[in-house]
């Protein structure tokens, strides 16, 4: 191996060689340096990408309760639909009631005092019937 450094063409090769390596050396910095802001980067979306993640679980947990909320709200009010619905009947009967027992006719001879007491003295009877 030392005859062929001490030969020209030895020499040549080994400076070839070393001018290479030299020539390269930059390169090669550099290249690491880009690889490791590269990794940064990396790093940094990788973060990113676990806040987000993280977010978005933290939305949809959000979407979930409102999404209870609102089923809440439409199951409430189809129970006041309904509670509604039965006291708008019940209004209605009512002033059928009010409507027939104005068109009655006191009967002759009874004073309208003493029809009114008898009209409720029936109502009660009908009522505590039920």
Do not use: H
């Not at 070393?18 to 940094?44: H, I, T």
Request: aromatic content about 4%.
């Amino acid at each position: 191996m030392i005859a062929f450094l001490k030969s020209r063409i030895g020499m040549i090769l080994a400076g070839a060689g070393v001018g290479f390596v030299l020539g390269m050396l930059p390169m090669y910095l550099l290249m690491d340096a880009r690889l490791e802001a590269e990794q940064a980067r990396r790093k940094a979306a990788e973060q990113e990408t676990a806040t987000a993640r993280g977010d978005l679980k933290m939305c949809e947990g959000s979407v979930a309760r409102q999404n209870a909320a609102i089923e809440e709200l439409q199951r409430r009010a189809g129970e006041q639909r309904g509670e509604y619905l039965s006291a708008e009947q019940a209004r209605v009967e009512a002033e059928a009631e009010v409507a027939r027992i104005l068109r009655m006719r006191t009967p002759a001879g009874v004073s309208r005092c003493e029809a009114a007491r008898n009209m409720i003295a029936e109502e009660l009877r009908r009522e505590r019937a039920r």
